[in-house]
């Protein structure tokens, strides 16, 4: 409700707003055929690099320069996201742990949080 009234009032709400949920939904739903895929990924750049949004078309930019990639990641079942998580976790207690001890404690920080 409160996005909808803000996509009434800012054009540049709504286009991002749309940009973003098709966007979603390409990479939730990952079609199974290669062409279709492609085909949507290429009709969600070409958009995106032509909107008003700056941040979107960025975005946009970033993606192409990296275009086999994404094609890969919205072929391919598995991600690096549990990794990731692990990595940011540690680095967290890292920065928590920063000048109060030695490594011995942050090593049974980091064995007592996992």
């Not at 803000?6 to 290669?34: M, N, Y």
């Not at 998580?85 to 207690?93: D, E, P, R, S």
Request: proline residues 3%; aromatic residues 8%.
């Amino acid at each position: 409700m409160y996005l909808d009234h803000l996509c009434r009032l800012d054009p540049e709400i709504a286009q991002a707003t749309e940009l973003a949920t098709t966007f979603l939904t390409l990479v939730r739903e990952r079609p199974s055929d290669r062409r279709e895929r492609q085909r949507q990924v290429d009709d969600w750049l070409a958009y995106a690099v032509a909107s008003t949004c700056s941040s979107l078309h960025r975005f946009a930019q970033g993606l192409q320069s990296d275009y086999d990639a994404v094609l890969a990641g919205l072929r391919l079942p598995t991600n690096n996201g549990q990794l990731e998580g692990q990595v940011n976790q540690l680095k967290a207690i890292k920065r928590q742990m920063f000048g109060r001890a030695k490594f011995d404690l942050l090593r049974l920080q980091d064995l007592y949080a996992a």
